[in-house]
C-alpha cells in the first residue's frame, strides 16, 4: 500500500481548510455567516445521532459521505441551490479530483467511489446523506433570523427536502417538524409586521 507521507497529509488539510472559511448562504442563531466545515460537521453529526433510526443502513458510509460532499467547495466556494447550474456543478467535480489526487491513491479511488455514489443517488446510503445534506438546511434557516431569508426562501424552505426524505419515515418526521417551525416563524413574522403597521396607522 502507498505510504500517507506526513508532508502529503499536511497539505490536503492545508487546502480543504478553506471549508472552515467559505461561507454559506445563511447566518446561524447568533448572527453569524455559516460556513461550510460546519455544516458538514452538522450533517455528519445528524447522520451518526440518527443510526438507529434507519433501519438497513450503512451509517459509516453516510456519515464518510456528510463529511467529505463539499470538498470541492474549498476550491469554488459555496453556491446557493437556487443559483446553481450545470456548469457549475462540473466544474466543482473537476475541484474534486484536483482535491483527491494528492491522496495516496488507495484513498483517492476511495473517495472518488464515494463521490460517484453520491451523484448516482441510487443507493439507500447515497440518499440518506442527500436527504440529510437539504434538512441540515432547512433547520439552519430555521435557527436564522428571518430577516437574513431572500423572499423565496419562505416557500423554498417547504419544499427543499421534501422529496429527498421519502422512504425513510424518521426523515420524513423531521422533514414535516422543520417545516411545521418554518411556517410558525413566518406566522410569527406575519403578526409582528400586521402589529408595526397597525402602529404606524395610529
Same mark, same amino acid.
Given at each position: 500500500?502507498?505510504?500517507f507521507e506526513a508532508?502529503?497529509?499536511?497539505?490536503?488539510?492545508?487546502?480543504?481548510?478553506?471549508?472552515?472559511?467559505?461561507?454559506?448562504?445563511?447566518?446561524?442563531?447568533?448572527?453569524?455567516?455559516?460556513?461550510?466545515?460546519?455544516?458538514?460537521?452538522?450533517?455528519?453529526?445528524?447522520?451518526?445521532?440518527?443510526?438507529?433510526?434507519?433501519?438497513?443502513?450503512?451509517?459509516d458510509k453516510v456519515?464518510?459521505?456528510?463529511?467529505?460532499?463539499?470538498?470541492?467547495?474549498?476550491?469554488?466556494?459555496?453556491?446557493?441551490?437556487?443559483?446553481?447550474?450545470?456548469?457549475?456543478?462540473?466544474?466543482?467535480?473537476?475541484?474534486?479530483?484536483?482535491? /483527491?489526487?494528492? $491522496?495516496? +491513491?488507495?484513498?483517492?479511488?476511495?473517495?472518488? &467511489?464515494?463521490? !460517484?455514489?453520491? #451523484? @448516482?443517488?441510487?443507493?439507500?446510503?447515497?440518499?440518506?446523506?442527500?436527504?440529510?445534506?437539504?434538512?441540515?438546511?432547512?433547520?439552519?434557516?430555521?435557527?436564522?433570523?428571518?430577516?437574513?431569508?431572500?423572499?423565496?426562501?419562505?416557500e423554498l424552505q417547504?419544499?427543499?427536502?421534501?422529496?429527498?426524505?421519502?422512504?425513510?419515515?424518521? /426523515?420524513?418526521? $423531521?422533514? +414535516?417538524?422543520?417545516?411545521?417551525?418554518?411556517? &410558525?416563524?413566518? !406566522?410569527?413574522? #406575519? @403578526?409582528?409586521?400586521?402589529?408595526?403597521?397597525?402602529?404606524?396607522?395610529?
Amino acid at each position: 500500500m502507498e505510504k500517507f507521507e506526513a508532508a502529503q497529509f499536511i497539505a490536503f488539510l492545508d487546502r480543504v481548510e478553506k471549508l472552515k472559511s467559505v461561507p454559506r448562504h445563511c447566518v446561524t442563531s447568533d448572527g453569524v455567516q455559516e460556513n461550510v466545515a460546519g455544516h458538514s460537521w452538522r450533517t455528519a453529526l445528524m447522520a451518526y445521532l440518527m443510526k438507529d433510526e434507519l433501519g438497513e443502513i450503512d451509517i459509516d458510509k453516510v456519515i464518510r459521505m456528510c463529511l467529505i460532499h463539499d470538498l470541492g467547495e474549498a476550491v469554488t466556494g459555496d453556491i446557493p441551490t437556487f443559483l446553481k447550474n450545470e456548469e457549475h456543478e462540473q466544474v466543482e467535480k473537476k475541484a474534486v479530483d484536483d482535491l /483527491l489526487s494528492g $491522496l495516496p +491513491e488507495p484513498l483517492y479511488r476511495e473517495l472518488s &467511489e464515494l463521490f !460517484a455514489e453520491m #451523484e @448516482a443517488q441510487e443507493t439507500k446510503e447515497a440518499k440518506v446523506y442527500k436527504a440529510l445534506d437539504k434538512l441540515e438546511a432547512v433547520i439552519q434557516h430555521n435557527e436564522s433570523d428571518i430577516s437574513t431569508w431572500l423572499p423565496l426562501e419562505y416557500e423554498l424552505q417547504q419544499t427543499y427536502a421534501a422529496k429527498n426524505v421519502i422512504g425513510f419515515p424518521f /426523515l420524513e418526521s $423531521l422533514q +414535516e417538524q422543520a417545516v411545521k417551525k418554518t411556517k &410558525e416563524k413566518i !406566522a410569527a413574522q #406575519e @403578526a409582528e409586521d400586521k402589529a408595526d403597521g397597525g402602529r404606524e396607522n395610529k
